[in-house]
């Protein structure tokens, strides 16, 4: 079976969206899928706002991540905005993960929410340029 890297990325406490993951992943276990969770508010500020790829806690997301078949992320109802540094801000780091993570990042609205898009290069499924040079 498939394994699900399931991110909670919102801010509140206790969040709905969180709450419906949770539903998601008790329905993907009963199937039989392996269902790895993070929850952004974990990761600390300081790493996120210092784009510090070496910290602990981002190597760490980052690994899990590449353990994954696929990704479900669970936000408010609302496009992410990206927000100034702060390193006194408490959560509200998913997009900052996601986009420190990522090669490309797409957010668009739909009728009945958002579709978003962020492409992830895995170190050992490196992309080239044209030119055949490492991207990534």
Known sequence: MAT???VSGSPSSPPAPSRLLRHLDDRLLAQGHVVIAL???TV????LLGADSRHPAVVEAAELF????GVVVATPPRLPVPQAADPGRGGQHGLEIVMALCRSFEMHREPVGERIVATVVLADDP???ESGNQVC
């Open 4 to 6: 699900v890297q399931s």
């Open 39 to 41: 929850d952004v508010r």
């Open 44 to 47: 600390p500020a300081e790493a």
């Open 66 to 69: 590449a353990r994954a078949d």
């Open 127 to 129: 992309v080239g340029d």
